[in-house]
């Protein structure tokens, strides 16, 4: 008997496994998707684990999947692309028998149209279906207020849970750089979420839903830098739990917090955010390098029949369509994102966890 049903997780079931991830404390992957190779790597090292899987989509990457770099920041296009990735979820999520919860990356202000056409295209869907495209969007509007902030999220948490969705929202600010913003050159002591800040957003999030998860700033920083650049703390989330519980009286952990920026980090660290309540690690720059490194290894292997279509060390007239063919030399970088993902599975302590 498994404990969650293959297919796209929402409402009840959804918020089930992040209580399952928070009481047997481990996280789960979320991974940024450009295409349908990734998307069915990540499938495949859910399916290989026995255990959900967390595929998202950002702006680019989904404007990726609709027309390649050519249509980037076509707004039509990053729209198009995030519902045709999801829609290939839907299809072949079957195949692998999988529970999936499907999601959207940062939105920030200028993104927010994004996600308003994405609940649009939902809400059709929905209609439809009568379940829902999407799991969860993401509100990323931490440059702003936390009162605006919250505002803002919270009426679309409202539009999302009419359509048994959730939502991740942001406070504080995630180092390094995201898609278009650069975050790489602010002050450190910004690095850091404020409790005060959580448990408010703990409180107004609550009364709309309970399917909503935390991003909170605790020195994680975007994409990969030599140690020492910034001194991560994950003891930040737990003293965010402990204050919203002393401030409304609530069950230990209350909230589900986000880990960005996971890629690099080590055991240590990832599993301390675990114990203070992180059920989501997102992992984009590791992953992004192990797809590239296991075509690059398959380049080294293969490098003399790689040179021209005809003509390899067996003879100058030899055909070398079997080793240049996109298939062929795809697959190693599948593979090897596969291999990586079980590998981070592991120290996310999400070992079948669909069992
Ligand atoms: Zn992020």
């Avoid at 980037?72 to 045709?84: I, P």
């Avoid at 390094?176 to 703990?202: H, K, M």
Wanted: glycine share 10%; charged share 20%; net charge negative.
């Amino acid at each position: 008997m498994k404990k969650f049903s293959p297919g796209i997780l929402y409402g009840k079931e959804l918020l089930a496994l992040y209580e399952d991830a928070k009481k047997n404390e481990y996280a789960l992957p979320a991974v940024n998707v450009s295409g349908t190779n990734t998307i069915n790597a990540a499938l495949e090292a859910a399916a290989a684990v026995n255990s959900p899987i967390i595929i998202q989509f950002s702006f680019e990457g989904a404007g990726f999947i609709t027309g390649g770099r050519g249509l980037l920041n076509d707004f039509t296009a990053n729209v198009r692309g995030a519902v045709s990735g999801a829609l290939h979820v839907h299809n072949v999520v079957a195949y692998y028998g999988i529970p999936v919860v499907l999601h959207t990356d940062h939105a920030n202000d200028q993104l927010l149209p994004w996600v308003l056409q994405l609940i649009a295209e939902g809400e059709k869907f929905y209609a439809e279906k009568k379940f829902p495209l999407f799991s969860s969007h993401m509100t990323d509007l931490s440059a702003k207020s936390p009162d605006e902030n919250l505002e803002i999220s919270g009426a679309i948490f409202k539009q999302l849970v009419k359509l048994e969705m959730g939502i991740e929202i942001e406070l504080g600010v995630t180092g390094g750089i995201e898609g278009n913003i650069d975050n790489s050159r602010v002050a450190s002591e910004t690095l850091y979420t404020l409790p005060g800040d959580v448990a408010l957003a703990y409180s107004k999030m609550n009364k709309i839903g309970r399917l909503f998860t935390i991003a909170a700033a605790f020195g994680n920083v975007h994409g990969i830098y030599a140690p020492g650049h910034v001194e991560l703390k994950p003891v930040i989330l737990n003293n965010c739990q402990q204050y919203i519980r002393e401030t409304y009286h609530t069950e230990e952990k209350p909230a589900f917090f986000v880990f960005h920026g996971g890629s690099g980090s080590s055991l240590q660290q990832s599993r301390e955010a675990i114990q203070y309540g992180c059920i989501k690690m997102n992992i984009d720059t590791d992953l992004q390098w192990a797809f590239w490194e296991g075509v690059k290894n398959y380049y080294n292997e293969f490098e003399p029949f790689l040179q021209s279509q005809l003509g390899n060390p067996g003879g100058s007239a030899l055909p070398n369509k079997k080793y240049y063919e996109v298939k062929s030399w795809m697959r190693p970088g599948e593979k090897n994102y596969v291999k990586h993902l079980e590998e981070i599975y592991s120290n996310l302590n999400c070992i079948n966890r669909n069992g």
